[in-house]
């Protein structure tokens, strides 16, 4: 049977593209992919790099501060948000551009379309037409949740926080996650006068105890007001912006209410269910290792799987399905020992286990530092950093690394190598210090803080 594409992507996120560029470079196949909306996706358009683009905006406040300390002479000039937003408006073109070059390049056919699944070797586009493909690959990534409740039309989400006429006076940031947490940094950088409501005990949940209680008190002491344990009960159009009403008995009045309560998979109106493709209770597709769904010509990958959403994780899965399926090499990403960052501030890297996790499953030995860094203890900041170690007591394996402190993500990457190749408590110990550094913590750690 002669199909008109060898392989049809829906979604143009970083799983998809990846994933066509590696069947069609790589593997020489007939690709064409679909995508609605930018291409790029939620990392590039309205995820990841605009996030971070922002990180670095609301960092410099606090340089400027430190500036004077070191003897420079800084008028603090302030911060014009629409001359940030148009230059990262025209730096996301500049990315989108990249991206659809490197597909064309590749040799593979775009339609700017939303594409959803007649059976299981035909997709049809918005616009009719319809095209065969022996593999379809579903990419199409998640978007934000916002829970129903009176009001709710009023909360923006992370999607609409790129796109802001102006910056709020105050804010009001709901959840308790990544997204939660980076954008009450963010904004409190930015100048804003931030509250974050999160129904748990403490923000994070899911990271080492020690380090997310790390991250919330220099959240605090940073001026955003976190009030754990609770939850909006409505919010309500006023002349001067948008009150609400919180289940703490909290009445206050915002400029902007921002939901960050998780994302779902986006796989509604795709046609899948009918199909047969398994869908779990989020939405999220049913896929087996090789990432392969209950019918044998559809895969799926990234956030619409929700396995870890994560974009290095998506272009994982993405390749390892073009080398599988078209490249006559079976991979299965392994999804452990996956490092990430919160880009809050301080930031938090962590790779494998906390503490609670590894002490329900062995015994084990925690290395532990919290101490001022040299950059800020001279400006006359308060500011601490934190190293953690998690110790295998009987393989002597480091089973999770948490780290507290500004550029963590640029460390936890580089020990998340070291913990992936197995390295013991003693290899830490025989390698050498770089000095003065924060990460030399690392290493220079020698009798542990606890053991469990
Ligand atoms: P998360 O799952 O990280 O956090 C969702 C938060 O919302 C939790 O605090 C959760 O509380 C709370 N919540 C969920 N439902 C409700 C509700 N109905 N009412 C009130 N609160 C609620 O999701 P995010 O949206 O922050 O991020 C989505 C994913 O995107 C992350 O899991 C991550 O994988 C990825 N991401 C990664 C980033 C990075 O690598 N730096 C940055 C941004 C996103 P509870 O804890 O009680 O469940």
Redesign the pocket.
């Given at each position: 049977m002669s199909f008109d594409y060898d392989l049809f992507v829906i979604g143009g996120g970083s799983g998809g593209v990846r994933a066509a560029r590696v069947a069609a470079a790589d593997w020489g196949a007939k690709v064409g992919l679909a995508e609605e909306s930018r291409m790029g996706g939620t990392c590039v358009i309205r995820?990841?790099v605009p996030?971070k683009l922002m990180v670095f905006a609301s960092g410099f406040p606090s340089i400027f501060e430190d500036a004077r300390s070191y003897g420079w002479a800084v008028d603090q000039a302030g911060f014009d948000w629409m001359a940030f937003r148009n230059r990262l408006e025209a730096e996301l073109d500049r990315l989108e551009g990249a991206y659809r070059d490197t597909l064309k390049t590749a040799g593979v056919t775009i339609h700017d379309a939303r594409a959803t699944l007649v059976d299981a070797h035909r997709v049809r586009l918005a616009s009719g037409e319809e095209f065969s493909a022996r593999h379809i690959l579903i990419a199409t990534g998640g978007q934000?949740?916002v829970?129903d409740f009176p009001g709710a039309e009023l909360a923006v989400t992370s999607n609409d926080m790129f796109h802001l006429d102006a910056l709020p006076k105050r804010a009001l940031v709901?959840?308790?996650?990544?997204?939660?947490s980076?954008f009450a940094c963010i904004l409190n950088g930015l100048g804003v006068e931030v509250c974050q409501f999160?129904?748990?005990a403490q923000?994070l949940?899911g990271f080492d105890d020690e380090a997310r209680g790390h991250v919330a008190t220099a959240m605090q002491a940073d001026g955003i007001l976190i009030h754990t344990g609770t939850?909006v009960m409505r919010l309500e159009k006023t002349h001067g912006g948008i009150r609400v009403v919180a289940t703490d008995g909290t009445e206050r009045e915002f400029d902007l209410v921002m939901y960050?309560?998780?994302?779902r998979p986006n796989t509604q109106g795709l046609g899948l269910e009918a199909l047969g493709v398994g869908i779990g209770r989020q939405g999220q597709i049913a896929v087996d290792r090789f990432s392969q769904t209950a019918v044998p010509s559809v895969f799926a990958v990234g956030d619409v799987t929700g396995r870890?959403?994560?974009t290095p994780v998506a272009i994982r899965e993405g390749h390892a399905f073009a080398d599988t399926v078209f490249g006559g090499k079976p991979t299965a990403f392994d999804h452990e020992l996956v490092a990430?960052?919160?880009?809050t501030q301080p930031e938090m890297g962590s790779v494998g286990m906390t503490e609670e996790a590894a002490r329900d499953q062995e015994p084990i030995e925690v290395y532990a530092t919290a101490f001022r860094p040299m950059r800020t203890a001279f400006a006359g900041r308060p500011d601490r950093v934190m190293m953690k170690l998690i110790v295998s007591q009987t393989t002597r394996k480091v089973l999770g690394c948490h780290i507290v402190a500004p550029e963590a993500g640029e460390m936890i990457q580089l020990a998340a190598i070291a913990i992936r190749m197995g390295a013991t408590k003693e290899d830490f110990d025989r390698t050498c210090a770089v000095h003065p550094t924060m990460s030399e913590e690392l290493v220079t750690m020698r009798k542990p803080t606890r053991s469990a």
């Open positions: 995820g990841c996030k934000p949740f829970p709901v959840g308790g996650g990544y997204i939660a980076e999160y129904r748990g923000i949940r939850d960050a309560t998780g994302r870890i959403n994560l990430s960052a919160v880009f």
